[in-house]
């Protein structure tokens, strides 16, 4: 008899278990949202709502991250908080000191170059620019490695 029981409570014991991993793979609304960062983003066309019903996973509930892109709202990159007014590959930048966008989207600086006011310059030996945007050298001083009259 006492085997019986045990046999019985095991049986118990794995439909129960059977059940409850059953439960966490039925797709209901009803259940917490985590956030998943790395979903596939979807971006949004004119006019149409955010929809957080898409799913990726089978165990857990995961939001798709709509997104905004400057190529479907023009008027997103001119606001406060952009990076930057121009709009280049469906992201806000500035053509005036992006490395990656310097002067016209697509124009990249070379490694050892930065972007000031729209043009690549090697800071380290440009006298209008030296070590920085726009820090020019005194008149008869030269830019070396960054800084104006180095070996003065």
Excluded: W
């Amino acid at each position: 008899m006492a085997m019986n029981s045990s046999k019985i409570m095991l049986t118990l014991l794995v439909l129960t278990m059977s059940i409850a991993i059953f439960l966490s793979t039925v797709d209901d609304e009803s259940h917490v949202n985590i956030k998943n960062d790395n979903a596939n983003e979807h971006v949004l066309q004119e006019g149409e709502e955010p929809s957080f019903l898409a799913r990726r996973g089978r165990f857990l509930a995961q939001q798709v991250k709509a997104v905004r892109t400057c190529e479907v709202y023009p008027k997103l990159c001119p606001n406060k908080n952009s990076p930057g007014p121009n709009c280049c590959n469906k992201q806000c930048v500035n053509l005036m000191t992006n490395k990656l966008n310097c002067g016209k989207c697509g124009k990249k600086c070379n490694y050892f170059e930065i972007c000031c006011q729209g043009k690549c310059v090697i800071p380290s030996s440009d006298e209008r620019n030296c070590g920085q945007c726009n820090k020019k050298c005194s008149k008869g001083s030269s830019c070396e490695y960054g800084l104006c009259s180095y070996a003065n």
